[in-house]
């Protein structure tokens, strides 16, 4: 029996599997203690970047850590709706002691009316590309080499909260999430 704790974290990729420059992967040690969500968004958001979609790229990377600012139960009792990605739920995980840090650029904080990372995936998920390099007037991000910067910025982001948030999470650690389903409240 394996009693090391579950431990997240960035796994090479061989160079003959690598596609559009993606050289790592996310490796969960315990896949029974990652819930399934947090694996689907994760799977769709490095699929989708793989293969040059990068809107999706971003919708998916983002859904992921909304899915954990949500879940997590240091979040505390939730209200009866579903608390969209914001500057107050970022806050909210910072004083819940959840990994919101890996979300930031080097030159913002918390005291922010928001993040590039709240900002890119709300303008991505309510259909409003003015004014982003790469997407907008293009037709084609696939092709655009700035929508694949800010895809890979997202998605790079995303997957170092998850990483940090697995080996941090009391969920994961204490053995909460069983059989990849978030603990019943």
């Known amino acids: ?30 896949a029974t203690h990652h819930p399934d969500d947090v694996f689907a968004y994760g799977r769709e958001a490095f699929n989708c970047f793989k293969e040059k979609r990068y809107l999706a790229t ?7 850590v909304e899915v954990i600012l949500n879940k997590d139960t240091r ?9 969209t990605l914001t500057m107050r739920l970022v806050r909210a995980g910072k004083k819940n002691g959840l990994p919101v840090d890996k979300l930031l650029d080097v030159s913002e904080g918390f005291t922010a009316q928001s993040i590039a990372f709240i900002d890119l995936r709300n303008k991505i998920a309510h259909g409003n590309l ?21 895809a890979l910025k ?6 170092t909260f998850v990483v940090e948030w697995y080996n941090s999470s009391p969920d994961v650690q204490e053995g909460r999430i069983t059989g990849r389903h978030w603990p019943v409240p």
């Open 130 to 150: 003015t004014g982003l390099i790469g997407f907008e007037g293009s037709g084609t991000p696939d092709y655009s080499p700035q929508a694949r910067k800010s």
């Open 154 to 159: 997202q998605l790079a982001k995303a997957e």
């Open 75 to 83: 979040m505390g009792t939730l209200p009866p709706a579903w608390r």
């Open 1 to 30: 029996m394996n009693h090391q704790l579950p431990r997240a974290s960035f796994k090479a990729i061989q160079p003959a599997y690598q596609k559009n420059g993606l050289t790592h992967v996310v490796y969960v040690s315990h």
């Open 58 to 64: 971003i919708a998916m990377a983002s859904a992921m």
